[in-house]
């Protein structure tokens, strides 16, 4: 019976290395083939000039962001954007809060934690999860967005413009940042003026 035991106990402490290399290899491959399914999703988007089509891309940008490859992050992700739909944002905040905690690599995790600091108007702490964000994924026209939201609404229109034309340059099609970029360019050729 204790060589039984001991057959056992000498298997399972085996056994975690060959598995965990494997499962560390197999993670780092599921991860190439999500950043490049991701390149070329974006690569798709800059070339796309037809409106409805960019949103299909964008839309599948957007899923790939939130698959943050843990079921305990996608679930306080899910309980997050609950408590963000009932107004609950401190709610919400606690859940992401954990979120950047359990995986601070995870840029949609920064990202929506800065959405929620924008709703609750406060810019600053916005602002630097829009940084972390970018950091991670300088290609978020998402974190961009909320950028030239935060710089028009505290004054800072040309700043505001360069991040709408920094979204351009990722997803060119998108009405809202073509409307902003004129917009803003208006004004400003006119304070010149």
Known sequence: MRNVFAFFALAIVATPLPLQAFAQANGEAVVAKA???????????KRERNEKAA???ASRIWEAWYRSGSASV???MLWSQQALEA???DVAL???????????????????????????QNYRKSMADIERT???EPRHFGALSGMAQIMALTDHDELALQAWQRVLDIYPMLRN???EVSRLSEELAGEGI
């Open 177 to 179: 940042a073509q409307n």
């Open 74 to 76: 996608d679930l306080m």
């Open 87 to 89: 107004k609950k944002f």
């Open 35 to 45: 950043d490049t399914q991701l390149d070329s999703l974006f690569s798709d988007l």
């Open 134 to 136: 970018l950091e991670l």
């Open 55 to 57: 949103e299909r891309l």
């Open 94 to 120: 606690d859940f992401l809060d954990q979120v950047v905690t359990l995986q601070p690599q995870y840029a949609e995790g920064w990202n929506r934690r800065a959405t929620v600091h924008f709703l609750m």
